[in-house]
Structure formats: structure tokens, C-alpha cells
């Protein structure tokens, strides 16, 4: 047998410092969403417990599924399972991978270029993150890899549809990057 306790009874009256009964609107407001809640609970706890094989059967006769038992049931969950992670390993395979994206790689020799040259960048920063961190170290630096970074964002972040013409060019901006660290 449950038996329900009331928690809130165990509160000191002179311990509660706002009243709902001082303003008229909000406990009317208060109590009638407590009502609402109540008979929302109440309904919820009805119909899962009150449950039986006989409303499931019903629920199925009415679903099309008149001549599932046991057996039948846990096959077609089994079925459905297997078809939702099915679905999903066929979304994540045809989904863009990050590593074969020749942007990506590029871009992850920049940042061990940047770690080579003892700039100290985090790894949630943005280009400008990184331009700036390259400014500290080197104005001369930073104006080399100023047209690197802006195709960069330009590439990433703009989401244009960039052709090998584009990736050669940041490739050619990475290597005048590289030749004057190098200086």
C-alpha cells in the first residue's frame, strides 16, 4: 500500500516569506494550475496502470495487429530497432566525413605549423583567434598568413562550394605561409 506524504507540511509556517493568498489573481492563478496538474496526474496514472490485456488487445485489434502475441511483438520491436539504427548508419555514411575533407587537412597543417612556431593557440579558436595569436608573435607572420586565413573563412564558414582552383590556392597560401616562417 502507498501512502502519500506531504513534504511541504514539514516547512515552518513563519519560514515562508512569500504568501500566494496576499495577492488574490496569483493564488487563484497558483491553485488553479495545481488543479490542472493534479487531474493531468491523475488521468496519466489511470491510464498506465489502469492498462490491462484486455485495453492492449483493443489497442491493437484497432492498430491492424488483431493476431500479435508475445512472440509476434518482440520480433517486430526487433525489427524496428534494427531498421532506425539501419537508418542512422546509413545517414552517418553518407554524411560529409570531417576527415576526408581536403580543407579540414589543410587547415590542420596550418595549426601544426602554428605549434612548430610555439604559437600558442586553443583548440575552440577561429581564424581570427589565430591571426591574432600570430600577430603577438610576428607582424611580419601574420601578414603572411592573413590571405590564408581570409580564403579560409571564406571557404569554411561561407559555405561555398569550393573546386580544386580554390584548394590550390589555399595551398599556395599555406606553403608563402610556411617559406616566411621559415625566414
Request: no cysteine; charged share 25%.
Amino acid at each position: 500500500i502507498l501512502q502519500a506524504i506531504d513534504t511541504d507540511a514539514s516547512v515552518s509556517g513563519h519560514r515562508i516569506v512569500f504568501r500566494a493568498g496576499d495577492y488574490p489573481f496569483l493564488s487563484s492563478l497558483v491553485r488553479n494550475l495545481g488543479f490542472g496538474m493534479d487531474a493531468m496526474n491523475r488521468n496519466w496514472r489511470t491510464w498506465v496502470i489502469g492498462f490491462s490485456n484486455r485495453k492492449q488487445k483493443n489497442l491493437f485489434d484497432e492498430l491492424g495487429l488483431k493476431d500479435f502475441d508475445q512472440q509476434d511483438m518482440g520480433l517486430l520491436m526487433i525489427g524496428i530497432i534494427s531498421a532506425s539504427l539501419g537508418l542512422l548508419a546509413l545517414f552517418m555514411l553518407l554524411r560529409k566525413s570531417p576527415l576526408n575533407d581536403p580543407l579540414l587537412k589543410i587547415h590542420q597543417r596550418f595549426l601544426a605549423r602554428l605549434k612548430r612556431l610555439d604559437i600558442k593557440v586553443k583548440a575552440s579558436s577561429g581564424p581570427l583567434d589565430l591571426l591574432a595569436a600570430i600577430q603577438l608573435r610576428n607582424k611580419n607572420l601574420a601578414t603572411a598568413a592573413t590571405p590564408y586565413l581570409r580564403l579560409y573563412m571564406q571557404l569554411r564558414y561561407a559555405q561555398l562550394k569550393y573546386t580544386g582552383k580554390e584548394k590550390q590556392r589555399l595551398l599556395e597560401y599555406y606553403r608563402q605561409f610556411v617559406r616566411n616562417a621559415r625566414t
